[in-house]
């Protein structure tokens, strides 16, 4: 009897021991060698989500010498890369990229039922903020926010403003306006800058809101003024366009791309991870890629990044019943 | 005269012999993923860009852009020999082509397609040198509005697409509808009949279920037959009939004008243009009925209409900076990897870049012609292969499309599903074209209604308040007020060939 409990209990620490020393060189060796890196896209190969996933990937590569695969999961806005994401085993070797406000959203609107929650990822960082813009054409009497929320008061509902589609970052940039102005617009769901932008120009519409790197082009040929950015600096893309905080509303909006381990990543691994994601994000190569695509690198900690998921958290569950004109 | 000699300029560029075997690589990769089903020509660039990352810009644009039109080409090959659409644009052709194909007429089929596809191509390309700036402005006359009702236009052609009875016709043209309407609710957000399954929150996705309504249908529909290889004899010669070459000059013609124009709007895609010009073609035939039996007009117009419609879409990419449609939104991608934003400013800052990769189009042109003529007798030899085993591979090569697209199994799935309910539908002498031209065009026109009504707030006006959207839709009223007194003589004074549609 205390024979066998005596050698139960060794059998114990020794399990023990062993579970340790493979914690704790998991972390050490982490990543091991030959082993890859799964990288989750939920979104199309050659967007600007995957474009950016790619870019990072293969600098995260040389940091971490390790290979670091994009594995693309396109489809329900993301949903069904978020999904294999919370399913995988929590051991840094599978990572996925999130989009902000849109991972919230799946979150936070019941109607889309999904089998995960905010407490089901890890951030490991931030990588990519695509600041929101609110554009007009370039003869629009409009010359400045206030122009615009102005006439919109005056006539409620009457102005039009496009999205690139329904709860995108977007139309919550633009709920978000209605509720701090108090204006009121007749908001105009496409699908993609691409339609959008045409009816902009087309003056089927009277005022865009999308992203930095969707409008430089249209900026560049001086078909369209942008009236803000909605971010609390200047974009290096367009130098010279206000701030919608420099105008007196403090709107942040725009895409916020960055990533996730699924829970109970090992901490010591995340932070590999993050500090991978930094020095790749610092090289040479990898800033100038981005800047090509007109991607703004926005890094962010853990720490930070955790900090926007639960700002995130709150401003989207206030605004889902508005998000689905009920 | 400027254009001209920027043209010419754009000649010396791409008749470099590096940029001449960037424009044949792309080319020949083109084919190649036009010929695989599943794979369509989006993804398929996406995946190839990394093979130019190291190549000069103008080499990787003229290379991609290569890419991108001769998926076009390599779509219809599958179509034809196999009833298997390469890719979405050439789906159409299966229906008339692979009937020809049957009949001994594969090689004529296929020649006919790669000039369509020839003329349509070289027919856009001139458009983009000569009237890019004025048809971009046609283009931006196109907001929601207009498109609804260039939508209504498209499904009043539905009953063009009618075979013997017009309440099968109407009856598959609403499943496509029903159908169309699978997926997140555009306006409010709400799931729409996807039984809780994720994977349809975005709708039906197009690729699987027209590879199993139409390929993966047929192959049921011949495995019940004994299994002998007659049709492999029958390949025929490449040259077209005099008569074949007659009838498809009108259908080639039109083609190049639809495809371009449609090309210009943002929104619409290739598979919409080769659609449109398949009942375009049926309406404006004197034989209707021998549409669905190999009718040679069925094949040339889509497919001319179809790479007239790609390399139209570049029209916008080019003068507005605005990326068309999905596969042009990757082309984008590739422009500004290689420090290029693409817009009228393109032609001040770097024209021998844009003249160049303009005329590589001609260029590209002329070697998809010339390496798919000859081609032509490999790619008939597939029929050589016995049914037992080109099935079976076939099959293999389904499946892998399916998943291959969004790597989703549940995408396999669909395609089984739709296989199974082709099967049946062809059976019950149902026609499938109508269902597609209404799956294709429902959710265009759905979302565009509706963004109409946001834009107005709800009120109905708005879509005869444009001058453009009212004309449309008049000319929609008159097409089916037409078709209607052809259908149904008794309510009219019905026109001498009105029983051969409404038997």
Not at chain 2, 221 to 236: H, I, P, Q, R
Request: net charge positive; with cysteine.
């Amino acid at each position: 009897m205390i024979l066998s409990s005596l050698r139960m209990r060794v059998t114990v620490l020794a399990a023990a021991c062993m579970l340790l020393a493979a914690v704790s060189a998991g972390a050490q060796a982490f990543p091991a060698k030959n082993k890859a890196i799964t990288l989750i896209v939920g979104f199309s190969a050659g967007g600007s989500s995957d474009a950016g996933a790619r870019i990072l990937a293969s600098g995260m590569e040389k940091v971490l010498g390790a290979k670091v695969e994009v594995l693309n999961k396109p489809g329900a806005s993301g949903q069904i890369g978020y999904t294999m994401l919370s399913q995988a085993k929590p051991n840094g070797y599978t990572i996925g990229l999130a989009s902000l406000p849109g991972i919230m959203v799946s979150i936070m609107d019941a109607d889309r039922k999904a089998a995960y929650k905010k407490d089901s990822f890890q951030p490991i960082g931030l990588q990519v903020l695509d600041a929101g813009v609110l554009a007009v054409k370039a003869d629009s009497p409009y010359q400045s926010i206030k122009d615009l929320i102005e006439d919109a008061k005056a006539r409620p509902r009457k102005i039009t403003v496009s999205t690139t589609g329904l709860q995108t970052g977007d139309h919550f940039s633009i709920l978000q306006l209605q509720k701090l102005t108090g204006a009121e617009f007749a908001i105009v769901h496409f699908d993609g800058a691409g339609t959008a932008m045409t009816s902009l120009l087309g003056k089927k519409i009277d005022a865009y809101v999308g992203n930095v790197g969707d409008v430089l082009s249209q900026l560049k040929s001086g078909d369209i003024r942008i009236l803000g950015v909605m971010d609390t600096q200047e974009s290096p893309f367009m130098p010279g366009v206000k701030t919608f905080e420099s105008q007196g509303i403090s709107l942040l909006g725009g895409s916020w791309r960055g990533y996730l381990a699924p829970a109970g990543t090992p901490k010591a691994i995340v932070d590999k991870l993050s500090a991978a994601m930094k020095t790749a994000l610092e090289t040479e190569e990898v800033k100038s890629s981005m800047a090509k695509l007109g991607l703004q690198i926005r890094y962010m900690n853990a720490e930070e990044y955790t900090k926007i998921w639960d700002e995130y958290g709150t401003v989207v569950k206030e605004l889902i019943p508005l998000s689905k004109n009920k | 005269m400027s254009v001209l000699q920027d043209l010419l300029m754009g000649f010396s560029v791409a008749l470099s012999p590096g940029n001449l075997l960037y424009a044949f690589l792309g080319s020949a990769f083109g084919t190649l993923i036009g010929v695989l089903p599943g794979i369509g020509p989006a993804a398929g660039t996406a995946l190839l860009i990394p093979l130019t990352a190291r190549l000069p810009p103008t080499g990787a644009i003229i290379m991609l852009t290569a890419i991108f039109y001769g998926t076009q080409y390599g779509g219809t090959i599958t179509s034809i020999l196999l009833n298997v659409p390469g890719e979405a644009a050439s789906a159409i052709t299966c229906i008339d082509g692979h009937k020809m194909a049957l009949k001994g007429r594969a090689g004529a089929a296929l020649s006919i397609a790669a000039i369509g596809s020839f003329i349509g191509g070289l027919f856009a390309t001139i458009a983009l040198v000569f009237l890019a700036g004025p048809l971009t402005k046609v283009a931006l006359e196109f907001g929601p509005v207009e498109f609804f009702a260039l939508m209504v236009l498209g499904i009043s052609l539905l009953m063009g697409l009618a075979g013997k009875s017009m309440v099968k016709a109407l009856m598959m043209g609403i499943l496509g509808l029903i159908l169309a309407m699978v997926g997140m609710d555009p306006v409010r957000g709400a799931p729409r009949f996807t039984f809780g399954r994720m994977e349809l929150m975005d709708g039906l996705n197009f690729v699987p279920v027209i590879m199993g309504l139409f390929g993966l249908a047929d192959i049921l529909e011949n495995a019940e037959e004994s299994l002998s290889s007659t049709v492999s004899a029958k390949v025929g010669s490449l040259m077209p009939s005099k008569q074949e070459i007659k009838d498809s000059v009108g259908p080639i013609a039109r083609g190049s004008v639809l495809g371009t124009v449609l090309g210009l709007i943002p929104g619409m895609t290739g598979s919409m243009a080769s659609f449109l010009s398949y009942s375009t073609e049926k309406k404006a035939s004197k034989h209707p009925e021998k549409f669905g039996q190999g009718a040679i007009e069925g094949v040339a117009g889509p497919e001319t209409a179809n790479n007239a419609h790609a390399n139209g879409a570049l029209i916008p990419l080019f003068t507005l900076g605005i990326p068309a449609s999905p596969t042009v939104a990757v082309l984008m991608g590739a422009f500004l990897m290689n420090g290029l934003i693409p817009g009228p400013f393109l032609f001040r800052e770097q024209p021998e870049l844009v003249w160049g990769v303009i005329a590589s189009f001609f260029v590209g042109n002329v070697i998809l012609l010339v390496l798919n003529l000859p081609l032509v007798g490999v790619w008939v030899k597939m029929l050589k292969i016995p049914y037992s085993i080109l099935f079976a591979v076939i099959l293999a090569f389904m499946v892998i499309g399916a998943y291959g697209a969004e790597s989703s199994i549940f995408d396999v799935f669909i395609m089984l599903l739709f296989g199974i309910l082709g099967y049946a539908l062809k059976k019950f002498d149902f026609p499938l074209a109508p269902m597609i031209l209404t799956l294709i065009l429902g959710p265009t026109m759905e979302r565009s209604l509706r963004r109409s009504m946001e834009m107005s707030q709800g009120d109905f006006s708005i879509l005869f308040a444009s001058p453009l959207a009212a004309t449309l839709l008049v000319i929609s009223l008159v097409v089916l007020v037409s078709s209607a007194l052809k259908v149904f003589p008794g309510t009219g004074k019905g026109k001498s060939d009105s029983g051969s549609v409404g038997k």
